[in-house]
């Protein structure tokens, strides 16, 4: 069974905003068993969204559609498909009353372009968005399925399980099981990986298929395909389990684990905290952990050292050892996390120390440049780090490295 998406929106196009709900919708499809053919993004022009519907409906036995659903002028996506279904727009009940409960919690009088949101194309079937005032809508032309759902992603998101459960339902027998497994490794290189896994990867069973899926932040991830089998999950378990002894620590996870996660379970496995003591990230990997919504079973909280007085008059590093050793040196990162830890009265601690760019650099420590140390209760470890990146990347590897550091200085 193939599907299509299409994004609509000027936005995407002029690369103004990143075209994520593609992502999450194609990995739903692939797992329910629909083979994605294409992702195509149009202008938000009637002709256009015409011309790619006529192209494609054709061609596919599902067609999903996000954007232009919006209450303004250039959203233009209803009637478009009214043209195309050769239908009209009628006023919901329903639906108007969601939007008006919906501007009634926000405070915000109804206007007549809050109203045009509860107007549809009368073909259609109305799927009830809970998040936004634009709701989703299910057409269906012969065997085939065509639905239009809002742009904005958490809108989106938020319709797509019941969009999953119709088509669930609608094609089950047609569908055959996909099933995808993905192990994420870091500090490997993807050529040295390749060359690390060669003989097990030529020993895969023919119906296992490969894919190295290269970050260059969180390292190399490594996914597993079978296609039609009901015992695909245990053969890729199986393969994977074949794996882990080849890469060891390098794995720090399988499926949609970060790193964040696999540190916090880590922590929470030996009832220890940690806190974090940073220089040139900035407040990036306190930002980071906080994202996480178990970081507070685990994480203490943070010191955004950016000058040295900081770290001398809060971490109490000694203004002789910047002096003469330099902030991004060793024996100051070392001290950071010494210090922090004490200050936190945490097991661990983080600390980080460098050169983000894109000035700053030297000859003996150039851009990209980072000591990053992680203090235990057993010891202290620190390491120096050199990247190729523009600042934002390097603050985004330095802030990996030192997650990292510390996940295998709990291990």
């Known amino acids: ?5 299409i994004t609509i929106g000027d936005e995407l196009l002029i690369g103004q905003t990143i075209d994520s709900n593609s992502a999450w919708i194609g990995a739903e ?4 068993g629909f083979d994605v053919h294409r992702i195509i993004s149009v202008h938000d022009r009637r002709e256009d969204i015409s011309l790619t519907l006529k192209e494609v409906s054709g061609k596919v036995d599902v067609v999903l559609i996000t954007g232009g659903l919006g209450p303004t002028g250039d959203d233009i996506t209803k009637p478009t498909l009214c043209e195309f279904f050769n239908t009209k727009l009628v006023l919901n009940s329903e639906v108007l009353k969601m939007v008006e409960a919906m501007m009634n919690r926000r405070n915000v009088p109804m206007n007549d372009n809050n109203r045009k949101q509860a107007e549809v194309p009368e073909s259609c079937k109305v799927l009830t ?4 005032t634009a709701p989703g809508m ?5 065997k085939k399925v065509i639905v239009s759902l809002p742009g904005v992603p958490f809108e ?3 319709l797509l399980p019941q969009v999953m459960e119709r088509l669930k339902n609608r094609f089950s027998e047609a569908l055959i099981p996909i099933t995808h497994k993905v192990l994420s490794t870091i500090g490997i290189p993807e050529s040295l990986l390749a060359n690390q896994i060669a003989l097990w990867e030529d020993e895969l069973p023919s119906e296992l298929h490969l894919a190295y899926l290269p970050a260059p932040i969180t390292g190399v991830r490594l996914r597993l395909s079978c296609f039609g089998d009901a015992d695909g999950a245990k053969k890729i378990d199986s393969a994977f389990a074949r794996l882990a002894p080849l890469l060891g620590n390098a794995i720090y996870g399988y499926g949609n684990k970060t790193l964040i996660e696999t540190v916090t379970e880590l922590l929470l496995q030996k009832n220890e905290t940690f806190s974090i003591a940073e220089s040139c990230t900035g407040g990036k990997i306190c930002s980071l952990i906080t994202s996480f919504a178990g970081a507070s079973q685990t994480f203490k909280g943070g010191v955004v050292a950016y000058d040295n007085r900081v770290k001398e008059e809060v971490l109490g590093i000694s203004p002789h050892l910047i002096e003469n050793h330099g902030a991004v040196s060793q024996l100051c990162v070392e001290a ?5 830890r004490q200050l936190m009265h945490t097991g661990y601690a983080i600390a980080t120390s460098g050169i983000a760019g894109p000035d700053g650099g030297s000859d003996q420590k150039p851009v990209g440049t980072v000591w990053i140390a992680v203090a235990s209760p057993l010891n202290i470890v620190s390491k120096k780090f050199s990247f190729t990146g523009n600042r934002v990347t390097n603050i985004e590897r330095f802030s990996a490295a030192a997650l990292n550091m510390l996940r295998l200085s709990i291990l």
């Open 1 to 5: 069974m193939k599907a299509i998406i």
């Open 29 to 32: 499809l692939s797992e329910l």
């Open 129 to 132: 968005n809970t998040k936004g």
């Open 138 to 142: 299910w057409f269906e032309v012969g």
């Open 156 to 158: 989106m998101e938020g």
């Open 336 to 340: 950071m996390a010494t210090g922090v």
